[in-house]
């Protein structure tokens, strides 16, 4: 159909538009653990899914979650409608089966939970410029989730999970020969120490966060049985100086901030960091262009939500901070699809 490229279609309009479609079913098989379910059974048929979640609607509309699971590539499947079996896929029953540790489901029950909700005003935050989540009652983001420990519990795994695929790449790309010791800024559960002390034999590290987060990072630090080279440290960035250390990685940690924070963050790690330290930063940098990496845009706006100032970044942008505040060079590594470590050398 070569001849019609120039032809208006509606194809793209309509696929975003009802975007919400499709990943509010993603987001309720996530919540209703279907695929953590299929991992243990290995293979079900719709009927045995539909006894084992309790639904109560037609087996027609049964049939059409699943086989859209199917269609988007998240299932697979042999036979059709009512013997139709149903198995995991080589992605969903690595990362969406509970029970595994390379489980992200976290960020996926965050989004259902919280942020779905919240992104319907996303107008209100355009108009306003305020956050549109918890903070919208007067409450500050971080202190209502550190106050709750569930809700601080599935925010770290949220965390975790959006970037374990980014932290695996970043332990096995990045040359860490002239490093003995790292420090993760905001380091969460510590994946990011735990895969670069996984990949990396010579490496010590430390996961640095505040003070609830840390019973946290040791239990999965105790998981992944590294607490010879890992340990959880807790800290508070905007009161205390960074511990020292060869690199130091924030893992989308300066987003979170307006302008100013960032620089001031970034000094942080300039002072705690040797001649010929590295600072890096792990997140959805936005390409110079501004028109590849829609996930590091989408992600800027979800800080709109969030924080109301903070904001996602490109490397020029990272570049500047850094220079004014003294580094030499900076440079970017892409990571796994939308993310990249920008570096910065002392």
């Not at 695929?35 to 079900?44: D, G, H, R, S, V």
């Not at 490397?315 to 990249?340: C, H, N, R």
Request: hydrophobic content about 40%; glycine content about 8%; proline content about 4%.
């Amino acid at each position: 159909m070569e001849h019609q490229h120039n032809q208006p279609t509606p194809e793209t309009i309509m696929q975003i538009g009802t975007g919400f479609w499709a990943s509010k079913i993603l987001l309720s098989a996530v919540k209703f653990q279907v695929f953590t379910i299929l991992a243990e059974q290995k293979t079900m048929t719709a009927a045995q899914i539909k006894s084992h979640l309790g639904f109560e609607c037609t087996d027609r509309h049964v049939f059409d979650y699943l086989d859209a699971l199917t269609t988007f590539g998240f299932l697979n499947r042999e036979g059709l409608l009512e013997t139709a079996k149903y198995t995991n896929s080589l992605n969903t029953d690595f990362f969406l089966d509970k029970n595994k540790p390379s489980y992200i489901g976290g960020m996926l029950e965050m989004l259902n939970n919280r942020l779905y909700g919240f992104w319907g005003n996303l107008e209100d935050g355009l108009l306003t410029g305020q956050p549109q989540n918890e903070a919208k009652k007067g409450d500050n983001l971080f202190e209502k989730i550190y106050a709750d420990p569930d809700r601080l519990k599935e925010f770290i795994h949220a965390m975790s999970g959006i970037q374990m695929g980014s932290f695996m790449a970043f332990a096995q790309k990045f040359d860490f020969s002239n490093a003995k010791t790292l420090v993760d800024i905001g380091g969460s559960a510590g994946l990011l120490s735990l895969m670069v002390a996984k990949h990396q034999p010579h490496m010590n590290c430390t996961t640095w966060d505040l003070p609830p987060v840390t019973p946290i990072a040791i239990e999965t630090i105790q998981q992944f049985q590294l607490q010879d080279r890992v340990k959880a440290e807790a800290g508070d960035f905007f009161k205390d100086q960074f511990p020292k250390a060869d690199i130091i990685t924030m893992g989308n940690i300066l987003h979170d901030w307006d302008e100013e924070t960032k620089i001031m963050l970034i000094k942080k790690a300039y002072d705690a960091l040797p001649e010929g330290g590295t600072l890096i930063a792990i997140e959805g940098i936005i390409d110079e262009d501004r028109n590849k990496n829609v996930f590091g845009l989408m992600m800027s706006l979800n800080m709109l939500i969030e924080t109301g100032t903070g904001f996602d970044y490109t490397l020029a942008d990272f570049s500047k901070w850094a220079k004014q505040i003294g580094f030499k060079s900076t440079t970017i590594l892409p990571l796994e699809g939308p993310t990249s470590a920008a570096i910065s050398y002392k």
